[in-house]
Each structure stands twice: as C-alpha cells, then as structure tokens.
C-alpha cells in the first residue's frame, strides 16, 4: 500500500515538477566558458573560437538563470546562419530548442526540434526533446483545462446561489 501511494505521489511530483531529463549546468561552468572564448579570441583559430562559443552556448541554454538562457538564445540565432556543416547546424538547432524549452516557449522548441530531426532523423537527444516538448505541451494543455473548468464551476455556483437566494 506505501509502494502504491510512494508511486501516485512521485507521478503528480513529476507532472508539476516536469520531470525532462535536460541537464542543468551551473555558473562555475559558465565562467569557465567564457574564460575559454576569451582565451580563443585572443588566438588565430577560427575553428578553436567556434567550438569555445558553442560550449558556452551549450552553457547558457543549459542554465537555470533566464538571463543566461536568453544570452544563450542570441548567440546561437546569431550562429545560425553561420553554420555551414550539417552538424553543425543540427547541433545549433538542437541547443535553439532546449533554449526555447527552457524559456516556456514549446511551440518555438517544437519547430527547431522538428528541424533538427529532418537533419538527423535517429539522433537519441533529439528524440528525447520532442518528447519532453510533447508532454510539456500536453501538460500545460491539461492544467489549462482544469482552470477553465474550476472558473466555470465558481461561476456557475455563484449564480446559482445568487439564484437561490433571490428565491
């Protein structure tokens, strides 16, 4: 019987809670991202200043702090046009997404998943994103359906109570 409720209480956890699998990271890896862009920029690789910016952008999307994330959001749409290889372009298409999902902005996240699994069709991540967009959207789908129906029945009492005590 404890096994049964433990279960029922950690489902209704996990559907407030959210429950993805999208890792967070912390300020200590973001500062140490962005000492690694300063320290590629002070260098003649290109491809060395790419890769630190994408880390940094994996960083900044993968916060719990909005305005890393929205930093994050910019670097990436501002690479996107840059990116020549379809890995790339998978990679930042993919981080756009999480971003997006991070942000609450689902049908956005939706969009770029979409996009990124054109390019890669199997990719695990990917695939596991949707997912999460999907219940997300789902979830907030049914929570906005109990607050419609918590404020038709409020409403509804009130007129029949006011009904009843015309009467």
């Known amino acids: ?11 209704v956890g996990s559907f407030f809670g959210g429950g993805d699998q999208i890792p967070w990271c912390d300020s200590d890896i973001i500062a140490g991202c962005e000492r690694e ?3 590629a920029a002070k260098g003649d690789s290109e491809e060395l ?3 630190s910016i994408m880390r940094l952008s994996w960083a900044l999307v993968h916060s719990r702090q909005a305005e890393d994330v929205q ?3 910019a ?22 997404a999480v971003g997006y999902f991070r942000t609450g902005e689902y049908s956005r996240s939706r969009e770029l998943v979409k996009q990124c699994l054109e390019i890669a069709p199997d990719w695990r991540q990917a695939l596991a994103l949707k997912k999460s967009v999907e219940d997300r959207i ?3 789908g049914v929570i906005g359906i109990g607050i419609t129906a918590t404020a038709v029945g409020l409403i509804a009492g009130g007129i029949a109570a006011a009904l009843s005590r015309k009467k």
């Open 1 to 11: 019987m404890e096994a049964k409720l433990g279960k029922l209480i950690e489902s």
């Open 37 to 39: 862009v300063a320290d």
């Open 49 to 51: 200043k790419s890769e």
């Open 71 to 73: 930093r994050g959001l």
């Open 75 to 96: 670097m990436l749409e501002a690479s996107l046009a840059n990116s020549s290889s379809p890995l790339r372009q998978r990679e930042t298409l993919y981080l756009l």
């Open 138 to 140: 789902a979830k907030d």
